[in-house]
């Protein structure tokens, strides 16, 4: 069960939420991380009891997302971006 949640929590994400975590992702902001995958988590869990372990669910779908090619090469341009900031 858990690792259906993990799979969907990292693999449902619109491109607009794969930006948005790339941006916070590059800015090393993970408090800015946690309302997306709140929002993404009501749309993917399985039990009610998995809300309990929602802090080991989100950690394992950054892990996964760390691994998508298109998440990189986005998480590659915000970190750009950032570096050419004055």
Known sequence: MDRQTVDCLS???TRDEKFRLAHLTAGHDREGMRPIYTDVLSRCIVRSDQWDRCPQLIMSARQLL???????QLVNAQTLQLARRP
């Open 11 to 13: 693999r449902s994400l």
């Open 66 to 72: 760390s691994q998508d090619a298109e998440f990189k």
